[in-house]
């Protein structure tokens, strides 16, 4: 039975949902239903549909006592609300149900599990939240939290291990049927590790190991660990706190994390090979994976990033916060690549292809247009000379566009959402280091109603950032410096 919270919940997500319009949210994004979304929680797949919760404040548009938010969908790209699946409603989670993951139990059971956040009132006044597992076994709608809740807390940390960041289980089944969970916490060193906990039926846990520390490597605490093995390798993400940039990566503050390595199944033991950030661009962390039924590892990320969320489109929007598009991974040459998922496809009508066109100054391409698009472009140079600076603008009309540029000499492409409908200081662009020898680039741009996603060379780079520009803003022009040449096919998406 539902506690008074809960229904509270549900009872004001149905009412309030009504007050946005269909076209004022993300065609195919997942946005919170009413108020507030951050990180995705229990990404799975169970009875038939794609789950997907999320950390949920439904009663405003800013961060408050998180719920679980949730949806449902069978091509990941249309979501269905269900009614809101976890509140913070128990002792040992008044003040938060953070984040988790899901698995099905050999019953049929769906379980969750998340973070039970507890305010503890300090000597010196002040508070820190006390942070423990906690479970809840539903049908895929219903859901009811365990009765030896937490199932972990501070007994279960290794020695000098923060009770006070221990968040965001994943938990995964191997092959043997037996189950692992990976948590991040803070050891004394005040940056990240992730610890490794086992389980035979999901319901016991017990401390395994330090998967793999940072050792202040990669900012601070490891926020939203997801462990996996894909192509022969193994692939930690995870989102840290407070990283320093480091060249042309890490430059999101609060960024995200891939570490690709070998790993031993037996000792369960993960050697670090080599590291990179997951997205290139502004808006992304806290990414979740799920291995589909047919053997796609997909991702989803919480598209939006803690520094930037003043940037909105009012300053009391009815909802914010929107997810990812699902992306399928794989590793290539000890680097991640992402690739939208192919459900999108599906969504693809009104083709607009142009062969071999050339750009010389600026350029628009009839049928080129829209804010719901999936574009995909192949640019080169002129014969005997390199361009000095090619540009693509999105989202256009006589006052705001979104652009990326490309200077082929510098081998970065720059993603600017300056002229995107911000009224704030904030910084608006990010750059990445992209392949491009002899000028020479593969561009996959995603449009929805509020975001641009661009996957450079085949998903080599992955660069998201969510946009406020006006809907009429419909516009896409090209500007090369130069002379550019270039094969386009834009779909709408529908
Ligand atoms: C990451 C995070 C998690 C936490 C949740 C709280 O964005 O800080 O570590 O569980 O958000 O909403």
Redesign the pocket.
Known sequence: MASQTLREARKYEEACEKLIKEAERPAFHLSARIGWM??PNGFSYYNGVYHMFY?YHPYDSV?GP?HWGHAVSRDLLHWEYLPAALAPDEIYDRD?C??GSALTLPDGRHLLMY?GVVQERQKNGGTLEIQAQCLAVGDGTDYEKYENNPVLDEKDLPEGSSRFDF??PKMWQKEDGTYCCVV?NRPADGSGHILLYTSTNGFHWNFKKVFIANHNRFGLMW??PDFFLLDGKGVLLT?PQDMMPQGFEYHNGNGTLCLIGSYDGYTDTFCEESSQSIDYGIDF??PQTILAPDGRRIMIG?MQN?DTCSTRVSERPLWFGQMSLPRELHVKNGRLYQWPVKELDAMRSGKAAYQNVHVHGTARFAGICGRRVDMELSIRPGSNTMYRKFSIRLAQDEEFYTSLSLRPEESILKIDRKFSGSRRAVIHQRRSLVDCKNGELKLRIILDRFSVEVFVNGGEQAMSATIYTRQEADGISFLADGDVWMDIVKYDLV
């Open positions: 951050n990180d950390q961060w998180m938060g953070f984040s973070t968040r965001d991040g926020e939203c989102s962390y806290a919480w803690w």
